[in-house]
């Protein structure tokens, strides 16, 4: 068993926790994005960054730095909720994320964290970038206006269902979440249908078609529902 | 086709079920076509056993992987410092009109390619480009876009 400190408050963890599953389990609430119950951790989004104090006040991702002996961490602090909100705000100009004319209006990750850490408004210019909407799929739509190049659907396709359907392609702002060699995700040949990508998706960018924006509640919890019923395998 | 699909075939026979050396098959289909068409791409998933939108991902990340065919020229203009200070932005624009090839692309004739490139070593002489081997400077929109017709005019 390690023993660590979270703001100031003494926990444990068994090794190979990370430190937001320490965290986590003793009901302290980090802020993450990128980070779903039952895929692999990314430390894309860096919305979980916690400071550690007897590492210089380092700055770590706790969805993907395993927890170690005797690390004091602090969790909550005006920096860390001043870094948080930059970063989102960074992601509201990237692309277009005009929540009025959203899907998941109401119930978008994004949306709620900007609430919660007080974004009333964005310091950068937006980008306004021109970006497409497939619409290929009968029952399933991707709009890249809403994307945040979280992964996560990416990391469902492949860790949960194993279709490998979706990967990233370019690269920085330019990336784009698509499916097999850049297809029409209706005309891909690897998906199987089954949505897993669309519930894990954190924002609007992959919403259930013919749905109205108050049925549009995703079941994100389901990826670990699934992996957590699965025979470990003994490594 | 057929033959470039078995020629191709064999390119990738020793990269079989080898979905580490993704980049390393890609190099080989690259020097083997020319460049990386989509129908080398689903070839490559398949011989290694990677999933497509892998193989997207890594020709798309790398600048290097190109999916168009090369034009008969190059044509690299330098936006490096010097360039950029003395004009390259215009002699690019020039150069795009000219050949039909938007940067990084080819010309719909096939005559050209277009590149941009950081600093072709040759400060002194900027705004420069190189027409395949060679190299022009003191360059103007007008002075390039002559230099493109003559070599236009040799093919
Ligand atoms: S619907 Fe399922 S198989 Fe298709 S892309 Fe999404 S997660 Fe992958
Ligand atoms: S489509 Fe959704 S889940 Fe996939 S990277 Fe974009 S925001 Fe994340
Ligand atoms: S939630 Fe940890 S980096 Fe995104
Ligand atoms: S900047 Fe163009 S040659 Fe150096």
Not at chain 2, 11 to 23: C, S
């Amino acid at each position: 068993m390690i023993t660590l400190r979270v703001d100031g408050q003494d926990i444990t963890a068994s090794p190979g926790q990370t430190i937001l599953e320490a965290a986590v389990a003793a009901g302290i609430r980090i802020p993450t994005l990128c980070h779903l119950k039952g895929l692999t951790p990314r430390g894309a989004c860096r919305i979980c960054l916690v400071e550690v104090k007897n590492w210089n006040g380092r700055l770590v991702p706790a969805c993907a730095t395993p927890a170690e002996q005797g690390l004091d961490i602090v969790a909550h602090s005006q920096r860390l909720r001043d870094l948080r909100r930059t970063i989102l705000e960074l992601l509201f100009a990237e692309r277009n994320h005009v929540c009025a004319f959203c899907v998941s209006n109401g119930h978008c990750e994004l949306q709620t964290l900007a609430a919660e850490h007080g974004m009333e408004h964005v310091r950068f210019p937006y980008r306004f970038p021109a970006l497409p909407l497939d619409a290929s799929h009968p029952k399933y739509g991707i709009d890249h206006s809403r994307c945040v190049l979280c992964g996560r659907c990416v990391r469902a396709c492949s860790e949960v269902e194993g279709a490998m359907t979706w990967g990233f392609s370019g690269r920085g702002i330019h990336t784009l979440v698509e499916a097999d060699l850049g297809d029409p995700w209706g005309k891909s040949k690897t998906c199987t249908g089954c949505g897993k990508c669309v519930q894990a998706c954190p924002t609007g960018a992959l919403f259930e078609r013919g749905k109205a924006t108050s049925e549009q509640v995703k079941k994100g919890e389901l990826v670990a529902e699934v992996t957590e019923r699965r025979p470990r395998v003994q490594g | 086709m057929v033959n470039q699909k078995e020629h191709l075939q064999r390119v990738l026979e020793p990269y079989t079920h080898r979905p580490a050396e993704l980049i390393q098959a890609l190099h080989k289909v690259q020097s083997a076509l020319g460049y990386v068409p989509r129908w080398a791409q689903v070839q490559v998933a398949e011989v290694l056993g990677v999933p497509p939108a892998q193989v997207r991902g890594v020709i798309t990340f790398y600048h290097l992987f190109r999916q168009q065919p090369v034009g008969k020229h190059t044509v690299r203009v330098c936006m490096g410092t010097a360039c950029h200070v003395r004009g390259a932005q215009r002699v690019l624009q020039a150069v795009e009109e000219e050949t039909k090839a938007p940067a990084g692309k080819t010309s719909p004739d096939g005559a050209f390619t277009v590149e941009v490139v950081r600093c072709l070593g040759a400060c002194g002489l900027a705004p420069v480009m190189m027409v395949d081997d060679e190299v022009s400077g003191r360059l103007d929109p007008r002075k390039a876009r002559k230099v493109i017709q003559e070599v236009g005019r040799g093919t």
